[in-house]
């Protein structure tokens, strides 16, 4: 009786077991969309994956680790199977790793052509092996040999797994319909694609092949109007960089999900300044950067006078007009290549130079400060200047007046040394690590630019015709003009105080006064002629005054330094902290730069900046350039730049310094602290 | 345009993960390691030879793939028979598979597969595998006399569990080690590895 209960039991296990090994993780088996073949057609099958809680199998590329489900087909003559159409698969973590894979059930499907000839009501079997990895900690390699008879009519039904087919059509990635591109910088890839993202949530890609991208590394997606760009990490361990990018990329609006495919050829980003390495490139970018440089704070006054010069002139003659213009054009074009012979002749005596090194000379930038404000004077109507200089119009009709469109050219160039227009710092330092004959070059297409709008106006009449027509506005515009240029002499006594000490500031504001005093002399003389002789000589003194005034403007010592967590930079501090395995941060800056100074005032002066480096311990060197400093040019060209500001971040140990924007936010430097350090032959 | 592609590479910096990669071709990682007989050495301690690093897990079917036919014995043979340094590494954690608790239980596992390698290391820190970077078992590595990382990924060409396809495959680890000995171009020199995930 014991006997028989325990022989009923076990028939009873073994009935109940079902057909797969005991061990196994993943249950497989092979089902059809259809319940009968129908001879010519195509047979939509799958092997079902019903996996075990915990664990997983893989996608074509598994990622960091695994290995891909694989498929042998024992099938009748005449059949012919495709490869499994891969459902898009999750991003599996574990540990540091990535996985691409599926849990919990997972239909491959895979297409089957049907020869023609199909005997009807005859049954026919197809049998695979099948065989996948399953993993969760561990992994287990398993097998398993499955068959599926059909019987072969005219016409068949879904079966019970068809809604699992549908289901699973949906997890496979469509073609996309729109633009993809791909850009690959340093180390970052972009893959963009153009279309309408509404509710737009979240984007994930996984590519066909491995050591394309670091899987580890989070994804980023955003949309930037009609282009998705999502941002991931090249596979730093080879060398050679990828010139081509596929995978599927599955796209969340909401609780929508939908992959497509990606494909497209990976194209180097766009150039960066301060790593432009073709004349053309440089020339455009000089050239470019000219155009913009008209519409800096001092250059601009000096343009709209110009203009308003050929407004009133907009019925003299025609061909002193352009002539004016072309006037203008040479004397932008010889200051340019004044200013580029004396960087090249001090270069060649061996200075250490770069973009805005005559701002470093207290006396240039007390005289710049000076020449705005006497501007200033001028266009405010301190003074009518005998008409010459604020009626620039009538004088083109004279020959004298050409001699002033080429100072004015002139003119426009010294006020727009201070500034740097983007897509000019790239040029330039290409422009003077070439020969003579480049940098002169480079020097034209910079001075074109800058002329460009003016000559427009001359050469080209129905250009006016945009302007506004003379009037009492003019009087008043001009006046206005005046405020930009006391503002932007303002700011170059401000930088001159960061140069100098009280006594420099003393003797510049004397050299103001004095060059003040002396115009309003220069009115008196206009109107009694008997005392203009004397009148005059007074005004050659006090100029002089002046003159001598800045020329004794010396720069200060030592420069008092107002942050606690910084010290000052110098190579040896640098390399004493490195040797110490000490995270450092390392700004170059200037008080004349703006954007420095900007970046300063949003970015590293924030009290979230300062407790993140207080926090990882991270020392902030600050560099100053404002005066001339020969470690820090040398500094500078060591990152292929040679102006300010240059932000770089060394990680503790021997990892690459990491060069950060020249635009900066608080969150971008955290960002860019934080990313993983790279080992190996820095770029 | 300067402005955009700034802050565009700006924004796409990712979280750090823990996994330091090494790239082919730069200086391998001057490790500190003690090996199953309590001896410590470094990395460069080994200059002038070339190093094989192996990742190992006893338990992983791809690691088994290649001890139970005999062929990983027969490599490391090989290797050392030229001169070279073959140093086994398990860097998988206390409670995971492939864990060796000691270096009795470690000695156990090298005594019973018959491992032919220089030395073998227990690193339960995961501080070697994840200064070189490496994510699976067996992830190979091959280091020039120079200290230089010559080449790092599979050891063959097919990924698979099954033995048989060991005679099938091209054996990167050969291939790599013969153009390290002739000074010759190393080609592949990285390729992606195959296995189970190293437990760290």
């Known amino acids: 009786m014991k006997k028989l209960f325990w022989l009923a039991l076990l028939s009873a296990l073994s009935f109940s077991f079902p057909a797969f090994a005991e061990t196994q993780k993943v249950q497989a088996s092979l089902v059809a969309e259809h319940t009968a073949i129908i001879p010519g057609e195509t047979l939509h099958v799958g092997i079902l994956q019903k996996i075990a809680p915990g664990w997983h199998t893989y996608w074509r590329n598994p990622g960091d680790s695994g290995l891909p489900t694989e498929v042998k087909w024992e099938l009748p003559v005449g059949f012919s199977a495709s490869e499994i159409n891969w459902p898009t698969p999750e991003r599996q973590p574990y540990g540091d790793l990535i996985n691409y894979g599926y849990s919990g059930q997972v239909l491959l499907p895979v297409e089957i052509k049907l020869p023609d000839n199909l005997p009807l009501g005859q049954k026919v079997t197809i049998a695979a092996r099948a065989e996948w990895l399953a993993c969760a900690d561990i992994c287990i390699p398993e097998t398993a040999d499955l068959t599926l008879t059909l019987p072969v009519e005219n016409i068949n039904d879904f079966s019970q797994h068809a809604p699992l087919f549908k289901e699973t059509r949906l997890q496979q990635p469509k073609e996309f319909v729109g633009t993809q591109n791909g850009k690959i910088k340093r180390d970052v890839i972009e893959l963009e694609l153009t279309g309408e993202w509404k509710g737009f949530t979240n984007a994930s890609f996984f590519p066909d092949d491995g050591m394309i991208i670091q899987n580890q590394t989070e994804q980023k997606s955003e949309i930037k109007g009609d282009k998705l760009i999502l941002t991931l990490l090249r596979d730093d361990t080879t060398i050679e960089v990828p010139n081509k990018i596929s995978g599927d990329i599955l796209i969340e609006s909401g609780s929508n999900k939908q992959s497509y495919r990606f494909d497209a050829m990976l194209a180097p980003a766009d150039a960066q300044t301060g790593e432009v390495t073709n004349i053309w490139l440089a020339l455009l970018f000089a050239f470019l950067g000219g155009i913009i440089l008209n519409l800096m704070p001092c250059v601009f006054p000096i343009l709209s006078m110009k203009a308003l010069a050929l407004v009133r002139k907009s019925g003299a003659e025609r061909k002193h007009i352009v002539t004016g213009g072309w006037v203008y054009t040479f004397g932008v074009l010889v200051s340019f290549w004044i200013l580029g012979g004396v960087l090249l002749l001090l270069r060649a005596a061996g200075a250490e130079i770069g973009w805005g090194i005559q701002l470093q000379s207290p006396q240039f930038v007390g005289g710049l400060a000076l020449l705005l404000f006497v501007i200033g004077l001028l266009l405010g109507g301190l003074t009518d200047f005998g008409q010459s200089f604020a009626n620039v119009g009538n004088e083109l009709a004279h020959k004298r007046g050409h001699l002033g469109t080429f100072f004015t050219g002139a003119l426009a160039v010294i006020v727009a040394t201070p500034c740097t227009a983007p897509f000019m710092g790239g040029a330039i330092f290409y422009a003077f690590t070439q020969s003579w004959w480049v940098t002169l070059l480079i020097m034209s297409a910079l001075g074109l630019g800058l002329a460009l709008p003016y000559l427009i106006l001359t050469l080209w009449p129905p250009a006016l015709r945009y302007l506004p027509r003379p009037g009492l506005w003019m009087k008043q515009f001009k006046e206005f003009l005046a405020f930009p240029m006391f503002a932007a002499a303002i700011w170059l006594l401000w930088v001159l105080a960061r140069q100098t000490d009280a006594m420099g500031i003393l003797l510049m504001l004397f050299a103001a006064w004095a060059f003040g005093f002396a115009l309003w002399i220069w009115q008196q003389s206009e109107t009694t002629r008997s005392w203009r002789l004397f009148l005059r000589s007074i005004i050659l003194i006090w100029v002089l005054l002046g003159v001598f005034a800045i020329s004794k403007v010396q720069p200060a010592r030592t420069i008092a330094w107002a942050e606690e967590i910084s010290a000052i930079f110098s190579v040896e501090k640098l390399d004493e902290l490195r040797a110490a395995q000490r995270p450092v941060f390392v700004n170059m800056t200037a008080s004349w730069c703006i954007t420095c100074l900007m970046n300063e005032k949003i970015a590293l002066n924030t009290q979230k900046l300062r407790d993140y480096f207080t926090e990882h311990n991270i020392t902030y060197l600050k560099g100053d350039w404002t005066s001339r400093d020969p470690e820090i040019t040398t500094y500078l060209q060591s990152f292929g730049r040679n102006g300010v500001p240059l932000y770089v971040y060394y990680p503790p140990g021997d990892a690459c310094p990491v060069i950060l924007p020249q635009l900066l936010t608080a969150d971008t430097v955290i960002e860019k602290l934080s990313q993983p350090p790279r080992q190996g032959e820095c770029l | ?200």
Not at chain 2, 40 to 47: C, G, Q, T
Not at chain 2, 90 to 115: F, P, R, T, W
Not at chain 2, 172 to 180: G, I, R, S
């Open chain 2, 1 to 200: 345009m300067k402005i955009i592609s700034t802050f565009l590479i700006a924004l796409m910096l990712c979280a750090a993960p823990a996994l330091a990669a090494v790239q082919t071709g730069a200086q391998a990682p001057d490790v500190t390691f003690t090996d199953v007989n309590g001896t410590e050495h470094k990395i460069s301690d080994f200059k002038g030879k070339t190093i094989v690093l192996e990742w190992n897990n006893p338990e992983c079917p791809f690691v088994k793939k290649f001890y139970e036919s005999g062929e990983m014995q027969r490599l490391q043979a090989e290797a050392i028979k030229t001169g070279a340094v073959w140093i086994t590494v398990n860097s998988n954690k206390a409670g995971e598979q492939g864990h060796l608790a000691d270096d009795k239980a470690a000695k156990a596992y090298m005594e019973k597969v018959k491992i032919a390698s220089t030395t073998y290391v227990r690193d339960p820190s995961g501080d070697f595998g994840k200064t070189y970077g490496a994510k699976v078992t067996p992830h190979m590595y091959v280091i020039d006399g120079n200290g230089k990382l010559a080449y790092q990924g599979a050891i063959d060409s097919i990924k698979s569990t099954k033995a048989e396809d060991i005679t099938k495959a091209e054996n990167y680890l050969v291939k790599a080690m013969t153009a390290v000995k002739d000074g010759s171009k190393i080609s592949p020199a990285s390729t992606e590895a195959y296995g189970c995930g190293v437990k760290y």
